[in-house]
């Protein structure tokens, strides 16, 4: 389009200045105005450089919006510098190194541009320029949308940027806008960036999505409000504050953000109020750092769509959460590193698939009036140094309410734990903790599980239908006082010659100070009575096995050196230290289970073990599905292992190579204290292939201080396999017909000895499919004779895999 000419309008009080004339240009139009002229811009392309000192009012000719365009091949298209009227105008430049409108001096009204550029920023406003900007369109691909600098300031109304290659809105260098209604979207940088001491923004019912980066970024000392708002859909976090930013949002939504919803680092400070969180990939909060501090009201955090907790304070940073809902979430609230501090008031956490409160590192949480429902676990006080208070607290359809483990000292005062599926209270690995006037109704395990070491104090506690018992206490540490019970009794964990609390004052199932009474405990249960055998008599089993030479010579050697070390304890000498605990490695079916069962025995008639029985386990019998009922588990099966092997198969998985966030490690940190613990009360046996075997210990090197030596279970060779097929046939009384045993020989040797091949299994199950065979063979014969019935012949082999 040709460029047009321009009608200025004077307005001047002077009669001889009340005119119209057509000039053929901006420039010379704006030549001949004066202060209050109106310039009508006919349609047209005008290639000029415009610089506006005077008040007058530049404007594109009614009914044709976008039919001006000031459009120069470089340089800034339209500079400002006096409170001017703009209104009706499309804008373009081209250099990327200058604004498309440059506003720097006084009050102008921009209304109804748009501004489509490929510039250094579609809008620039400096220094003491204070503008009122109205329903303005910005595209710049090239650069900032909207910049706001050197302390200038303005109001912007019903605006949109529609794209941005850096920020959509960029305030710095002590500047101080307001938005309202606003748009920003599809924008490279940050959808909002304010930096700088002194430089802020106020945003009202302004919308900020599609952002390539954060949506809102405040930092070094800038400040930010934002009400009624809404950042979403964004590639990175949504609202990022660091070095002392400060941010209040009032009445906003951050909604569907891959990364942090919203993360504070350096002494930012953010306030939340009446605000949503919501379907966020990592942390809905994310708070770093002393000196940081979220606090938030009536807000509400929910729906993650990753696998991280939803508040997260660490590095000495502080949370306030007054009554808010936390919901949705595979954990609400994780708190860790000495300094840092969540305070809960008033709130209710639900829905959560693992840990409501996880506390660690030295962190403190204070949970005041909250309720917890509906999560794995309810609050977790992981380790020494972490504590703080749950006051008032009730604790609903988790599986365990509260954990303490591993030195953590909470207090725990008035709180409620319903219907756990497991224990209401868990305190275990040297935890400590105080609980008083704390209440379990309902559990599908004990009301209070206490386990050795632990230095835990209760004070009038109670419990109602708990399934395994109100209180399970170790025999000394902890104690209880004022506690009652509707259950019959309280059980103690120590086998033998432990203590059972026992009321001292009528009213209750434990009196003011619990005294213990010695009892003999039952045996463990589901653990059957293995016969008395002599060393020498199992030794002759394990001699009967088939191969295993260097196996036999292993077990053979600890045996005698056990043996004498006990003998030279009877003599009065000093005994060498035998660690007991055992690595097996090898393929499946190499006898690994047989032997360790016979190396139970034989610790049992040496008198080292109690029972010498078996207890077999594998990932899946000590790995939870969630936080906190791993080492519940593990407690368990160790504890079915007192006085015998705990014997634990394909150990190497409890510590897979692409772990994360996998409950393996928990499981093997709790065997590892057992074992230190209970060192003379069960015998732990590792097992599993030799490789697997061999990184799962170089991994976790405090494993592997706790074992003696490892012991290899090579693989039968084919006369072994035949020999185990011999010892199969003579129990079931059936007989190896001549050529049969070279037949055998050579299908174990052609017989493929990948991942499927069993071993000692597969002899076995070779001798089963011929039994198979003969028996097809044999039912159809009219009469049969007892050779009939017994002679495995070659054509009773198998075909080969």
Known sequence: MAQGTVQVTHTGTSRWRRRTGEYPSLAAALEAAGDGDVLTIAPGTYRENLVVRQAVT????EGAIGSVRIAPPDGVPLTLRASVTVQDLHIEGQDVAAPALLVEDGTPELLDLRITTRSAAGIEVRGTARPTVRRCTVDNPAGVGIAVVDGAAG????????????????????????????RIHHASGAGIAVTGEGSALEGVGCEVYEIKGAGLQIAARATAHLSDSSVHRTSGDGITLDTDAVLTLSDCDIHDVPENAVDLRSRSVLTLTRSTVRRFGRNGLSVWDPGTRVDAN??????STGDYPAVWVSDGATAVLDACRVHDVPDALFVLDRGSRVDVVDSDLSQVRNTAVSVSDGATAQLDDCRIREAST??????????????GCTIDSVQTGVIVTKGADPTIDRCTVTSPAEAGFYVSAEGRGSFTGCRVTGSGGYGFHVTDGCRTTLRKCRTERCAR???????????A???????????????EGGTVLTATQPGGLLGTVPAPRVTAAPPAPDVPVVDARSSQDVLGELDGLVGLDSVKLEVRTLTNMIEVGRKRQEAGLKAASV?????????????????????GEILASLGVLERGHLVEVSRVDLVGEHIGSTAIRTQEAFDRARGGVLFVDEAYALSPEDSGRDFGREAIDTLVKLMEDHRDAVVVIVAGYTAEMERFLTVNPGVASRFSRTITFGDYDPDELLRIVGQQADEHEYRLAPGTDEALRAYFTKLPKGPAFGNGRTARQTFESMVE?????????????????????????????
Do not use: M
């Open 58 to 61: 530049l404007r594109g000719p």
């Open 155 to 182: 109001v912007f109304e019903e605006c949109e940027v529609v794209s941005a290659g850096q920020a959509g809105v960029s305030v710095r260098g002590g500047a101080h806008p307001r938005f309202e209604r606003c």
């Open 298 to 303: 009536q807000c509400e955090i929910h729906d």
């Open 378 to 391: 309810g609050a977790w006080f992981r380790d020494h140094g972490s504590g703080g208070t749950l006051g």
């Open 469 to 479: 018992g109100g209180y399970e206490f170790p025999e000394e540490g902890a104690s």
């Open 481 to 495: 006082e004022d506690c009652t019970s509707d259950e019959s009794a309280v059980r103690s964990s120590v086998p």
């Open 579 to 599: 660690r007991r605990h055992l690595v097996f490695t090898g393929n499946p079916g190499t006898g690994k289970t047989t032997v360790a069962r016979l190396y």
């Open 773 to 801: 065979r003969h028996a097809g063979r044999v039912a159809e014969l009219a009469e049969t004779s007892t050779d009939d019935l017994t002679l495995l012949y070659p054509e009773d082999l198998p075909e080969l895999p």
